[in-house]
Nanobody, 117 residues
């Protein structure tokens, strides 16, 4: 059974940085698309960034130039480097992996990111 575990969330001031990690129980990231999603209070969950197996990445317009997705060489951990954080980046961040018919298959439990002004 695949497990995804996020870590690295916390409280940071606007303009600061955080790096989120998503550790997988196996090499799930090597052959599957993975994504970072977030859900702000009272809002729908939104896609923040994706990383495809070929290494290509995509970002939501709201985070382009500030967030970066990367993966370790062991292919079991992916990261979301978040720089120049804004208060609107506050939310619970989830990593997900694998998609079928447009639906994410595997989910982490989420990690809270709070950006204060």
């Amino acid at each position: 059974q695949v497990q995804l575990v996020e870590s690295g969330g916390g409280l940071v001031q606007a303009g600061g940085s955080l790096r989120l990690s998503c550790a997988a129980s196996g090499s799930i990231f090597s052959g599957n698309v993975m994504g970072w999603l977030r859900q702000a209070p009272g809002k729908q969950r939104e896609l923040v960034a994706t990383r495809s197996p070929d290494g290509s990445t995509n970002y939501a317009d709201s985070v382009k130039g500030r967030f970066t997705v990367s993966r370790d060489n062991g292919k079991t951990t992916v990261y979301l480097q978040m720089n120049n954080l804004k208060t609107e980046d506050t939310g619970v961040y989830y990593c997900a992996a694998g998609k079928i018919f447009g639906t994410w298959i595997y989910w982490g439990q989420g990690t809270q990111v709070t950006v204060s002004s």
